[in-house]
């Protein structure tokens, strides 16, 4: 934690000290904006120009948002399409509705909701396209309600529509302590017999054994200690990883067994943007041949929620998803594992734990929170930090917008 | 059919007249032989001295056989691992337990059976090893029963285990006439609002428009043909063509979409084994990079089902698949189309038959069928074979064995 940085507060420059003051041409949100890409100090918590629903959104105002790997990706600027900058972050989020724009049906002011962004989801608004936005269940806290649309909706389409998971079958699952990870080892819980197998940081193993069957640290040979307990392999592999993990998990698959690759974490290996470990994560993978498919009983693919969301327009099948969803939660068969809850002024932090593999569950920012002493008091900050892990208390009270300090 | 050769019947040294008749060591029994790879004359029908059970096997005396387009490859020496020649072909029987081999559980002398075998199932006896034997329901005639597990077992694993179909989806089947395009067609409907996309020779259109949506040759552009009805693709293809047909088939899928290859019936070109088909068609599929699937949200795969029982031993999940489609035959919502019935001597009509794509579902031998007069009456044959197609009337009456003509 000593390494990173806190993000500088900009002061705007009519900031107002309370965000429920009347309208004012001038009304602003506090919002983390990611001002280049970069390193942490790329982060800066702005106050920008609140933002209105238009027709077809809705205006939410934010009480818990996710953060995801992807963000740390972003940051980097190693994805596809990165966004210009400056761009407010932020991919998920719970809160209350506050505007209903024009045309917009099935919503109304006070509805208790989490959408998906494509980004400005870290601000105390944010405008959200209708279809990407869920009324939560009554007995869903925020901070339940942010950990979910992300990591659990990609954990069940890869388990339930693309691999197919029956009884009795085993799977591998890398990065297993974290925000997937976690919603995947809980949606596993719902089919009788299943073996998950899981790569995680050696730091992480104690917590997260009750819901993994056999634990390994990633940096060892995992394909043969899994082959130690389960000679012949697996019948599916989740792979966040990419590169030689993806040969690796190919060859870990039984007869009539699922690759799936949802994500290139590989690809971040240091605070900014590497070369070479981007370039090293693709020319690592093997192209496969169909063929070889057939002639082994395999599937493979890849999942990508986002753009299955913003470039394929996909959210009527995401909303079957999510429904189904809220039903388990209701039902009591899922409940997120939320590592660690931060104000945005900590964003830093935050995004360094999830860099360093050190969160167990989902790591979420909440507009509302006071930031943690800084600087001063910096050893203290860090004590607060490690026990502020796994607390899952709503913060219910509103608080004013900070200025920067 | 003009240029289809009568296989030559080979009467064996001490052939019997009657194969029910007491048991002497040198019994033997009318099977279809592969005496080297080639062409139609390669098969001939001969008395081989008559098989045991031995251990964990079954002795079954066959009522139908099924004749699958993996035997034309077979036939063509097409497959990779081609069998020693002279061969006993068939991958599959219906037929009655004659006995039960030391060790051999669960059966007894008289239960009327299915059974997948490696080889050996186009004879009056067969031994099987019982994993692969099934008892069939009281109410599924042998012609039924003999129709079953290569198409029904392919198609049920690729639609709802591999691709698991969901209601309102649509997907695209090559050789939508044949015997797994039947079994795809009928197994769809179980589920609600799917759209079947097929190709198909001309010919067969007329035979088959009920169960399926929109039906194309397959020598138009298909895919074109596709995107005009479908302009985003489709939800699935099963593709058992191969070669290019690869390639356009992952080209066409939706977001989400699953492309299964399971047969590569492209390389079967001519009446012998082309080389240059062959190749070509291991050269026109494309290898695919899992980034790629990752990028587009798709998955691909393929399967084959002798690989799985004879290579990787998955006669438990094969069970459990077989015990659902008995299930759905029984309660009449599976119904196999039998195109035709053929005396052994009549194979290479009937193979030839199903090389020119004209069979329409599938096409069975049956052991103590009478053969067809040739030669003298070639021109009442034709008309007979016409005739024939979709005969699904039992041959009930047990017949002599042919010892030729």
């Given at each position: 934690m000593a390494e990173t940085q806190a993000p500088t507060v900009e002061p705007a420059?009519?900031?107002?000290?309370?965000?429920?003051?009347p309208a004012a041409p001038t009304k602003v949100m506090k919002s983390v904006v990611l001002t280049g890409f970069g390193g942490l100090k790329m982060l800066k918590v702005q106050q920008k120009p609140e933002v209105t629903a238009a027709g077809g959104e809705l205006l939410v105002r934010v009480r818990a948002c996710g953060m995801n790997f992807p963000d740390l990706m972003v940051r980097q600027g190693v994805i596809d399409t990165p966004p210009k900058t400056p761009v407010i972050m932020g991919f998920e989020c719970s809160g209350i509705v506050e505007a209903v724009g024009e045309n917009t049906t099935g919503f109304k002011v006070g509805d208790r909701v989490i959408g998906f962004t494509n980004?400005?989801?870290?601000?105390?608004l944010v405008n959200i396209n209708a279809n990407h936005v869920f009324k939560m269940p009554d007995n869903m806290s925020f901070q339940d309600g942010a950990a979910l649309p992300m990591n659990y909706v990609t954990a069940y389409i890869l388990l339930f529509d693309m691999a197919n998971l029956r009884k009795g079958q085993s799977l591998l699952v890398h990065s297993v302590g974290g925000g997937v990870g976690n919603a995947i080892t809980q949606l596993c819980k719902t089919v009788e017999d299943v073996t998950v197998f899981g790569t995680a940081s050696s730091n992480k193993h104690e917590a997260i054994k009750a819901n993994v069957s056999h634990i390994f640290d990633h940096n060892v040979d995992y394909a043969q200690e899994v082959r130690k307990v389960a000679a012949e392999g697996v019948d599916i592999v989740l792979d966040c990883?990419?590169?030689?993990d993806t040969n690796k998990g190919i060859m870990l698959l039984k007869p009539m067994g699922k690759y799936l690759l949802y994500g290139s974490s590989n690809i971040v290996t240091g605070e900014t943007k590497s070369f070479f470990s981007f370039a090293k994560s693709w020319w690592q993978v093997d192209k496969v041949n169909p063929i070889k498919l057939f002639d082994e009983n395999k599937v493979i693919g890849g999942f990508q929620l986002r753009r299955l969301l913003f470039n394929q327009g996909q959210h009527g099948y995401v909303r079957e998803v999510i429904e189904k969803l809220f039903k388990m939660y209701s039902a009591g068969k899922i409940n997120p594992t939320i590592d660690s809850v931060w104000a945005f002024e900590d964003v830093s932090d935050a995004m360094q734990k999830m860099q360093d593999r050190k969160n167990v569950g989902k790591v979420l920012l909440d507009p509302t929170a006071e930031p943690k002493p800084k600087d001063v008091e910096a050893e203290k900050a860090a004590v607060s930090t490690d026990a502020e892990?796994?607390?899952?208390?709503?913060?219910k009270e509103e608080k004013p917008v900070q200025d920067g300090k």
């Open positions: 420059a009519e900031a107002k000290p309370d965000v429920e003051a980004y400005n989801a870290w601000a105390e990883m990419c590169g030689d892990s796994g607390d899952k208390q709503e913060k």
